[in-house]
Structure formats: structure tokens, C-alpha cells
């Protein structure tokens, strides 16, 4: 919906023809000087003392029309529209002709406030004059539609029951746009703080900082704490976006126009110094706010009013190239911007579900959350609105949702006198995203035992993508939100280790009290040391290598480059499925294949050699299938250090 300021454009021609007294309703000199007297005051933005004249006004002249819309348009700009449509209805009661723009006025008020039926009442009378304008006419039909949409919406309400976040974090202040650490146990959110003027700037009445809270035992949150500096200072800032390890933090700092910045955990745990990102996502001369980074950490969405847009504010998106280096930012487009504004963007941990605000798509009023799924072909779907009463009249915006993908988060002022507060309340199925698992894992050196920060990155088997790219911490700990319904390889590498390789699904196997854990086991390098390339697969009976094969591989590559003094051995090994000759020859040539991949990658022949071993060594009893796939694999072992 439009913003109500419109019924100044509406009013304009009116009060510039308030100097000639003979074009006004009434002749009385006292009530025009004092409605002239209010026109200045509004000129001058002196909303009360315009109200006040007006009053005076009217109380002289009780039927000056033009006095009873100036004042309509006073108590619209000050937030009382239930007054300004009491004022706008005693003006169309003296002559309902006189400016036949009031009743779309009065649609706009009422639909505003859920006076839906009256709104659309309103809007059809409008509709009525025969001198309204082609756009006017257009605009109006568009707000009908509006009405019967939410006149529908609430017939037909949506499952909806949310839950107040509590006092521990809800205050008298705003607070808004949550974020979720990967645990559900931590949130961290923007809070609209009162503060001082400073000096030099006039009129500074508030900022925003971050606050964080933690969940106890019970359930119920803690009391919510600043998080401090270096992230919060004099500025405003806000509207933060965790990564899905939980060590990278992006968010807005506002100084004057508002820019993108981030800052990483430290290994003591503090928050590091923020970092402006590149200009290829901020811009000269516009702002950039409300960030939201995908899952694999590789693609920032964001909302910005630079040039290029559909609108107001749209939703843009930056993507990491190969060299980790954040590329220009490019519009969503349609269906999901407007020309209107769109708000508070969060990509689902699937990495396929975008929830965002707007205030132009069809809905209830104010800033209503939609949701919309990237297809198959690479194109957001149509936006959905989530449906009354998760969106209402009011502002609703900032929704989040955990990684299971049933709770959401978000804020709304719909409850009066308490401002922005944070709500929980359970998605029903239709606007739920694809379930994403919680993983945990520890990184230990093979033999001590000890902690070892490690780089770790996950890839995504079927679309090879980069998923997660961090370091453990200094106790060996990570944890990261997937998708459940793929299948994805972890690797682990640190100097002076051989790497790890792991493959895993994760579907069926979410829960936040028992999360999906990898215990990492670093072996040294070293002669005779052995690893298990657990992401090499080749097809049934087939020494050919399939293509999901080369992420692993190209691992190795990276190892031999890393430790130019070694020698390795490609070692094949198979289950006791078939004929012994049978499968020492496949054990053979799948160690070939591999040593063949290498060597096209450019590793020189005397560094790798190739040996098969049949079914002769297993590490698993042959009497299942789960220890029969565990002695199919390919080891790696260094003859020389």
C-alpha cells in the first residue's frame, strides 16, 4: 500500500489557491486568517500549531471544507488516521462534491487502519466522478483489488499463534530483525536506542545498536545485552546477518546514507574491527541495508535505492567469483521487486527460500512478509503473501526462520504502545522451506588427541558448490546449518597434516538435543601414513571415475602441490562381493583411474604410483551392506616424506 503522504500531492492545488479568499468555502475574514495562518505553519512544519489554527478556524466557520481537509492532511502526517478520517468525513458531509479526491483519501485511511470494507466502499464511490484522472482511476481500481484480497485474507485466516519473544528482550523500545545463531540457542537483534543530540547535528534523537541474548534451560530467554564495541558505536547499526557457522557477521552501519560491513570472530571469541564491503555491493550515493548471506557463505542479498532499481528500495544480490572476491551487484528484478519498497531479505539455510517485506505487493497494508522459492530454472517464483494475521495492517518485517525450517522469528508493532517487539510463531506447511540439518564436529590431531585448528570446507556433491569455507576453532569445534536433502563432502586440512575427507547425507537425521557430529581425526604427514579418499566413487562393477569424484581429487592435487617432497601410492580395495581375480583387477584399474586423473592435473608420474589389493584387506566385516561399502575405497599412503 501506498504510503497515506500521497493526499498531500492530492491537496496541493488546493492550498496554493488558499491566497484568493473569493475561491474558498467560506467568505468570514477571521476563520481565513487563521486557516491562513495554519497553511504557514505546515509550510514550516509546525504540524500542532497548524492543527491549532485549523481548530480555531473551523470553530469560527463550521463549515469551511477546505479548513476540515488541510486538517485531514495534518492529523495523516502526525499518525492519527482515525482522526483525519473523521476530518475528511465532515467535509464530504458538508458537500460531497466539492473535491471529489477526499473518498480516495478516505480509502487510503481506512485501508490503513483494517477498514477494509469501508476502504473499498470508499474507493468504489471515488470511482463514481466522471473528472477523475486516467492514472487516478487506474490507482484506485489497483487499491479495490487490494481490499478484496485482504477482505478475503481475513475470512479466511491462515493457522497463526504467535508468542511474544518475552520481556527479557521486548521492551518499550523497538527492537527488530532477529538473527539465529545455528543452535537456536543465541539470537542477536537491532535496537532503536534513545540517545542525546550531538553536537553540530540537530534534531539526533536515536540510534540503533545490537544486542544479543541467550536461551536458558527452561526455554525462556536471557536478559538481552549490548553487544559493545567495535560493532556498536555513535552510528547506527543493525539489521545483521549471521553466517551459518556463526563466525561472520554482516550488517549496516548508517552515516547519513548506510553502507555494508562485516566482522569475523576472533580465536578469544571477541568480535573483530568491521570491514566496509567492496564498492561492487556499496555504492556512492545510496544506501545499502539489511543484508542476508547464503548458507554457503559464496552470494550476499541485500536492499539498496541505487540507480538500476524497480522503485524505492529493491533486493539486490552479490556473488563470490572463484577467487573469493565479490562480484557487482545485480537486481532480483521481477516477480520479486516493485516499485515499491522491499525490505529485510533472508535466504533460508536451503538456499532456495527467500522470505522478504514489501509494501506494493498485494496484502494486508503496510510492510507485509512474502515468501519465494527459486525454481528449477533458476527464477524466483511469484511472491506469496504468508496471509492474515501473520500479516496485518501494520508493519510486519525482519521474519527469519530456524534451520528445521518450521519456527519463524520477526518483528511487528502491532500490539499499540509497545513499538517493535520480536514474535515467535510455527510456519504452516505451505510456507515452510526445505528442512536444513545441524552438523557439529570436532578437528583432533590422530594421535594427541589435542585440538587442531583446521581449514574446513563442505561442498555440495550434486552442484559442487562451495557450502562452507571457515577455520575450526582453537578447540577443534565448528557446526554449520545444511539442507537435509543432499549429500555433501567435508574436508579438513591443516600445515603439516594430511587432509580428511568424509561424505555424508544428512537427511532424516536433524535434531537440536542429538545434532549430526563429525569427530576428525588429522593424521601427520608422514612415510607410511594412510587416508581414506571416502569421495572418490565409481559406478557399479566400473573403473570409471564419476564426476562428483574431482572435488576430492582435486584435493589431492592441492596436497602434492603443498608437499613437494612426497611420494604417494593410490591404493584400490574392494569388497568380497564376486570372484578374487575378478575384483583385484577392478581394484587395479580404479587405482589407475585415479592416478590417471592426477596425472592429467599435471603431477609428475615419479610421485604417484598405483597398486590394487582386491578384497584382501578389509576394515569392515563383509555380512553387511554397510561393511561392504566401507571396504570399497581408496586410500592414499605416502612411501616417501
Known sequence: MKKILLLLIFLLPMLLSAQSPKNLSTKNKRAVARYNEALAAYNRYNLNEAERLLKESIKIEHNFIEAYLVLTQVYSEKGEPEKAISSAEKAVSINNNFFPKTYFNLGVLNFSIGNYQKALEYFEKYLTYHETSGSMVELARNNIERCRFAIHAVANPVPFNPANIGDSINTTLDEYWPSLSVDERTIVYTVRLPKEPEVGIKGTKWQEDFYTSTRNEDGTWSKGIPVGSPLSTVFNEGAQSLSS???????????????????????????GHPLKLPPAINSEKSSEKQPSISPDGQMLYFVSNRPGGLGGFDIWVSVKNPNEVWGNAVNLGQPVNSPGNEQSPFIHFDNKTLYFSSND?????GQDIFVSHLTDSGKWSEPLNLGYPINTCKNEEGLVVNAIGKTAYYSSNYIPDKGMDIYTFELYPEIQPI???YVTGTIRDYTTLKPVEAHISLIDLQSKRETMNSYSSVTGGFMVCLPSDNSYALFAQA???????????????????????????????RQGEVTIMRNVFFETDSYELLPESTVELDRVVETLSQNPTIKVEIGGHTDNQGAPDYNQKLSERRAKSVVDYLLSKSVSPERVSWKGYGESQPVAPNSSPEGRAMNRRTELKILEN
Do not use: A, R
Not at 505487493?361 to 497494508?365: D, R, T, V
Open 361 to 365: 505487493h498485494i496484502g494486508m497494508g
Open 435 to 437: 528442512p536444513s540439518s
Open 245 to 271: 557457522d556463526g563466525k561472520t557477521m554482516y550488517y549496516t552501519i548508517c552515516q547519513g546514507d548506510c553502507d555494508l560491513y562485516f566482522s569475523t570472530i576472533n580465536s578469544d571469541g571477541s568480535w
Open 495 to 525: 600445515p603439516g597434516y594430511l587432509f580428511y575427507s568424509e561424505n555424508f547425507n544428512l537427511k532424516g537425521l536433524y535434531s537440536f538435543d542429538k545434532p549430526y557430529h563429525l569427530d576428525v581425526l588429522l593424521k601427520p604427514v
